[in-house]
T-cell receptor
Framework: QQQVKQSPQSLIVQKGGISIINCAYE??????FPWYQQFPGKGPALLIA?????SEKKEGRFTISFNKSAKQFSLHIMDSQPGDSATYFC???????????????FGQGTTLQVKP | EPEVTQTPSHQVTQMGQEVILRCVPI?????FYWYRQILGQKVEFLVS????????KSEIFDDQFSVERPDGSNFTLKIRSTKLEDSAMYFC????????????FGEGSRLTVL
């Protein structure tokens, strides 16, 4: 089953615009929601993450919005730059304490292109 | 400097051959993971490794796969008899602890099975 659904699959934004990527999850036991950025030929790199005790987290131009009741979270990239062009993956995880091992379950990915 | 180094960066092998992919963390970490990414697709969990044993594995991680940490440093993924569908990027990931949930990924090893 698909535990994390990510949309859109691809996104084209003009430089200076706002990029928005959405993710929805099913299991309410998940309590860690990171976003990873991946450039071609590289490994995923942690961009920003949130836990469900807050509804929003901002780091520079990157913001995560979290809606616990809707089981959705999104990544907002403000003032998008050509250097932001990459693939973005949302992920979910469950804290240890149960049978969980800290593994991440990734969304399908969104390819972002920021046009100059 | 990356938290973890992977070798080889690219390996081409014939179907049926054994492949070993290596991961070397730069400092002591407790939790190790292997993930796979088929070209253009999402990153998929294979296996997690803690305290010198497998703690969880996915349905992808069948009997053809094995992991070990033979010398307390290198963390290896072995595919005994490669298949065409094993062609993918394989990423090692490490975590300092499971409280923060942060996983750091290596640059990956590209495996091409002919």
């Amino acid at each position: 089953q698909q535990q994390v659904k990510q949309s859109p699959q691809s996104l084209i934004v003009q430089k200076g615009g706002i990029s928005i990527i959405n993710c929805a999850y099913e299991n309410t036991a998940f309590d860690y929601f990171p976003w990873y950025q991946q450039f071609p030929g590289k490994g995923p790199a942690l961009l920003i993450a949130i836990r469900p005790d807050v509804s929003e987290k901002k780091e520079g131009r990157f913001t995560i919005s979290f809606n616990k009741s809707a089981k959705q979270f999104s990544l907002h990239i403000m003032d998008s730059q050509p250097g932001d062009s990459a693939t973005y993956f949302c992920a979910v995880s469950q804290s240890p304490g149960s049978s969980n091992t800290g593994k991440l379950i990734f969304g399908q990915g969104t390819t972002l292109q920021v046009k100059p | 400097e990356p938290e973890v180094t992977q070798t080889p960066s690219h390996q081409v092998t014939q179907m049926g051959q054994e492949v070993i992919l290596r991961c070397v963390p730069i400092s002591n970490h407790l939790y190790f993971y292997w993930y796979r990414q088929i070209l253009g697709q999402k990153v998929e969990f294979l296996v997690s490794f803690y305290n010198n044993e497998i703690s969880e594995k996915s349905e992808i991680f069948d009997d053809q796969f094995s992991v070990e940490r033979p010398d307390g440093s290198n963390f290896t993924l072995k595919i005994r008899s490669t298949k065409l569908e094993d062609s993918a990027m394989y990423f090692c990931a490490i975590s300092r602890d499971r409280v923060t949930g942060e996983l750091f990924f290596g640059e990956g090893s590209r495996l091409t099975v002919l």
